[in-house]
């Protein structure tokens, strides 16, 4: 997995951590949706900055940046 550098201090120094967070939509307040998603997490070693990406949207643009070359 690779990601830009950091949005605070612009450094390509990071850690990556997956974890499984379980969401629930707000619309339907009766019958509570919920369902686990997997979601990045990119802390930046050098300022701590920790950024939070959703893996299915982040795989589906990583599949869509490699397919054009
Ligand atoms: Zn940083």
Sequence with gaps: MKFDECIKCS???YEVKSATITTSSPISS???ITK???FYIK???DCG???IYNAKILD???KKKTSKC
């Design 60 to 62: 589906k643009y990583s």
């Design 30 to 32: 009766f019958i509570p």
């Design 11 to 13: 450094s390509m120094n």
């Design 36 to 38: 686990k998603e997997l």
């Design 49 to 51: 900055c920790t950024e």
């Design 43 to 45: 802390i930046c070693i």
